[in-house]
């Protein structure tokens, strides 16, 4: 990546994080989680990527989950609802 090419890349990323609201600690996250299969970077910060962002994706399924239990924890309601529940976050939200 030439040096214009990397800043370009960062100003992008700074765009999005204003954008999204959310600050990442390390922003080669965002720029590995952008990533898709056939965008051409193959390692991201030591890290050799995976079809793209697929490893990626995982933890943030895994995140998602976690959230997810969390605030259905929070309900009290019983193991049989937790489907539900997150269908009604995930698909009302607040709406």
């Known amino acids: 990546m030439t040096s214009n090419t990397a800043e370009s890349a960062l100003d992008l990323l700074m765009q999005i994080q204003t954008i999204i609201g959310?600050?990442?600690?390390?922003?080669?996250?965002?720029?590995?989680?952008l990533q898709?299969?056939?965008?051409?970077?193959?390692?991201?910060?030591?890290?050799?990527?995976?079809?793209?962002?697929e490893s990626m994706a995982i933890v943030g399924?895994?995140?998602?989950?976690t959230a997810l239990v969390s605030m259905w924890f929070k309900t009290g309601q019983q193991k049989g609802t937790?489907?539900?529940?997150?269908?009604?976050l995930l698909c009302l939200g607040d709406h």
């Not at 937790?82 to 009604?88: N, S």
């Open 82 to 88: 937790f489907a539900t529940v997150c269908i009604v």
């Open 61 to 65: 399924d895994s995140a998602l989950q």
């Open 36 to 53: 898709g299969p056939g965008s051409g970077v193959f390692m991201v910060d030591g890290r050799s990527l995976y079809r793209g962002n």
């Open 22 to 33: 959310h600050k990442f600690k390390n922003v080669l996250y965002l720029w590995e989680a």
